[in-house]
């Protein structure tokens, strides 16, 4: 099913790169200090950008404080079906009077 998919549906440009693809074995590196180094440098990098971005430069949500916490604490859904309620209630009080 898988060939005759492919038979059908691939066209002939497809199907010419795709027997010319070669991928080459990977060389063994040898591993250096500088290597190991650069690559913790960019991880440390990366942490302290997150961190900064989170506590410092983040713009979309001034104020924010992660206050969001206490709010959703004692939420079980209250609200928000008695909001839903009310709307319909509000909705249907004219309709069929």
Known sequence: LKELLYSTMASARNKFITENTRFLEPTAG??????????????????IWVFLY???????????????????????????I?????LFTLST?????
Request: hydrophobic letters at 45%; charged letters at 20%; a positive charge.
């Open 30 to 47: 040898s591993l250096s200090l500088r290597g190991m180094f650069g690559a913790m440098a960019w991880a440390a990098i990366a942490f």
């Open 82 to 86: 008695a909001s839903l309620t009310e």
């Open 54 to 80: 989170i506590y410092k430069f983040q713009q979309v949500l001034p104020e924010y404080n992660w206050d969001v916490y206490e709010a959703c604490k004692t939420w079980k859904g209250a609200v928000h």
């Open 93 to 97: 009080r004219g309709k069929g009077d």
